[in-house]
């Protein structure tokens, strides 16, 4: 079984930090890119921000200049550090990965999702 288990959400302020973690569990091959995406109760899932195995980036216009994401192939994990947290971040976060694991190939695995709450 391959897996992804997010974790660090949490309640903050406005202006706050948080750093969400994802660890791949399973016998991983490669990793071709991981990521976060996130959903807000009556909103469409959008991309927050991904990342290649070379390090590679790409961020949404809303999270440029106070997110930043990080991978780790080492360890099979991708984090994601969120920086002057406003309320409109307020959604659940989810990982999403493109990897190979136990001899398959797993183009969109995704996590069950972490809860982060901006709230004063």
């Known amino acids: 079984q391959v897996q992804l288990v997010e974790s660090g959400g949490g309640l903050v302020q406005p202006g706050g930090s948080l750093r969400l973690s994802c660890a791949a569990s399973?016998?991983?091959?490669?990793?071709?890119?991981m990521g976060w995406y996130r959903q807000a109760p009556g909103q469409e899932r959008e991309l927050v921000a991904a990342?290649?195995?070379?390090?590679?980036?790409n961020y949404a216009e809303a999270v440029k200049g106070r997110f930043a994401i990080s991978i780790d192939n080492a360890n099979n994990m991708v984090h994601l550090q969120m920086n002057s947290l406003k309320p409109e971040d307020t959604a659940v976060y989810y990982c999403?990965?493109?990897?190979?694991?136990?001899?398959?190939?797993?183009?969109?695995?995704w996590g069950r999702g972490t809860l982060v709450t901006v709230s004063s």
């Open positions: 399973g016998t991983i091959s490669s990793i071709n890119a």
């Open positions: 999403c990965a493109d990897l190979t694991a136990w001899g398959r190939r797993y183009p969109e695995l």
């Open positions: 990342i290649t195995r070379g390090g590679r980036t």
